[in-house]
């Protein structure tokens, strides 16, 4: 059982900067970070690979946020910059058990965090 535990959010106003941690247990795994707004779909928001050195974002966030990792301390960021209301919702961070590279397909993911709530004010 893998565990990942996410922390960093919080409430920040438009154009501020948040940074998220998602804690790893075991191994070092692909990873992703998701969000969910309400009453909205889950939506991927960036993947990194296992090594560090592929990643991936979703149109609506490249060039403001940067998912990296620290594999020493089995952990995955994502450093939020020019934060908009729309970025508003629970953060989960995810990970991949046998891909060496994450994906923006959420069924890809084999282990979820619990969330963390981002909001972002006008």
């Known amino acids: 059982q893998v565990q990942l535990v996410e922390s960093g959010g919080g409430l920040v106003q438009a154009g501020g900067s948040l940074r998220l941690s998602c804690a790893a247990s075991?191994?070092?795994?692909?990873m992703g970070w998701f969000r969910q707004a309400p009453g909205e779909e889950r939506e991927f928001v960036a993947a990194?690979?296992?090594?560090?050195?592929?990643?991936d974002y979703a149109d609506s966030v490249k060039g403001r946020f940067t998912i990296s990792r620290d594999n020493a301390k089995n952990t995955v960021y994502l450093l939020m910059n020019s934060l908009k209301p729309e970025d508003t919702a629970v953060y989960y961070c995810?990970?991949?058990?046998?891909?060496?590279?994450?994906?923006?397909?959420?069924?890809?993911?084999?282990?979820w965090g619990q969330g963390t709530q981002v909001t972002v004010s006008s």
């Open positions: 075991g191994r070092t795994y692909a």
């Open positions: 990194v690979s296992r090594s560090g050195g592929n990643t």
């Open positions: 995810a990970a991949a058990i046998t891909a060496s590279f994450g994906s923006a397909w959420s069924l890809a993911y084999d282990y």
